[in-house]
């Protein structure tokens, strides 16, 4: 079936029948607005999720930041409503393999890496843009990871992908996940969580209504 964001309607994209499917766009200012999408099957062998709301953007620390004491881990706010997270840098692979330890080793156990690599093969795809306009420089760096949790004799096994976009001039640097999305499933549902992400990535489309709406809203902010 089709599954449309009740929030705004930014985004239609294919989802499984038969599964539990919660989500949409969340806005928490009037240019920070996240989507986010979490999928799981009825008989809770597999659960998929795209995007993840409780991401904020982050600030790269700096000397300025750090001497008037928005160090690593504290919150620090340009205006407009907009609340960033301190935080070093991090390429897709590396967000990807930070961000299933923190969210899957409390509910699933140890969290085991299998697989950890970049993808700059799809950076390009993605429309990666090192643009070097007034000063500014945009990049986006991709990667993925394989992981195994908890024990046997029922290991689950997952797989996310992430990128991560840099924005930066002047010495300061902001940065965001702008691709995340992956599983989480029992070993004998592992192709099927696969197939149904993949589904589900291939049919995603932005809605250019949602769009217009979103563009200008924040050129009036």
Request: net charge positive.
């Amino acid at each position: 079936g089709t599954f449309r964001d009740p929030t705004a309607g930014a985004f239609p994209l294919d989802v499984p029948r038969g599964g539990t499917v919660t989500g949409g766009r969340y806005r928490f200012a009037p240019v920070d607005a996240r989507p986010s999408l979490l999928v799981k099957s009825p008989d809770g062998k597999v659960s998929i999720s795209a995007g993840d709301h409780e991401l904020p953007s982050f600030t790269v620390p700096t000397p300025m930041l750090t001497a008037t004491g928005f160090i690593e881990g504290r919150w620090y706010s340009p205006g407009y409503g907009v609340n960033m997270l301190v935080r070093s840098y991090m390429k897709g692979a590396d967000f990807a393999a930070a961000y299933v330890q923190s969210k899957f080793a409390s509910t699933c156990g140890v969290v085991r890496i299998d697989q950890h690599r970049g993808r700059p093969d799809l950076d390009a795809r993605l429309g990666s843009i090192h643009s070097q306009l007034s000063g500014i420089q945009v990049s986006l760096a991709t990667g993925e990871v394989a992981f195994t949790c908890g024990q046997d004799p029922k290991p689950r096994r997952g797989y996310y992908f992430a990128g991560t976009q840099l924005t930066s001039a002047y010495g300061t640097g902001i940065w965001n996940v702008q691709y995340l999305h992956g599983f989480l499933a029992d070993d004998d549902a592992v192709e099927l969580a696969a197939a149904v992400l993949a589904r589900m990535v291939a049919s995603s489309r932005l809605n250019p209504q949602w769009a217009a709406v979103q563009s200008n809203i924040a050129g009036r902010t």
